[in-house]
Nanobody
Framework: QVQLVESGGGLVQPGGTLRLSCAAS????????MSWYRQAPGKEREFVAH???????NYANFVKGRFTISRDNARNTVYLQMNNLKPEDTAVYYC??????WGQGTQVTVSS
């Protein structure tokens, strides 16, 4: 069965960094486009970034230049490097595969 397990969230000060990981299993990871989404309290889930099987990346405008998505097919893992974090980045971050399976999410809180 498909499993996506996110990790790496936490509490960080504004301007800080975090790296999220999403470990995947139950499907052929190297053949899957992978995405990150986030959901802030009281808001709808929104797209953050995706990476294709050819390592083509696409980002939401609000994270361009600050976040980087990457993948390690040998480890079946997709990453989200987040730099220069802002309070408005506070949300639960989810990974998704191209077949619309979701992980359970990892909380990111940006606060001083």
């Amino acid at each position: 069965q498909v499993q996506l397990v996110e990790s790496g969230g936490g509490l960080v000060q504004p301007g800080g960094t975090l790296r999220l990981s999403c470990a995947a299993s139950g499907f052929i990871f190297r053949q899957a486009r992978m995405s990150w989404y986030r959901q802030a309290p009281g808001k709808e889930r929104e797209f953050v970034a995706h990476i294709t099987t050819s390592n083509i990346r696409n980002y939401a405008n609000f994270v361009k230049g600050r976040f980087t998505i990457s993948r390690d097919n040998a480890r079946n893992t997709v990453y989200l490097q987040m730099n220069n974090l802002k309070p408005e980045d506070t949300a639960v971050y989810y990974c998704q595969n191209q077949d619309n399976y979701w992980g359970q999410g990892t909380q990111v809180t940006v606060s001083s």
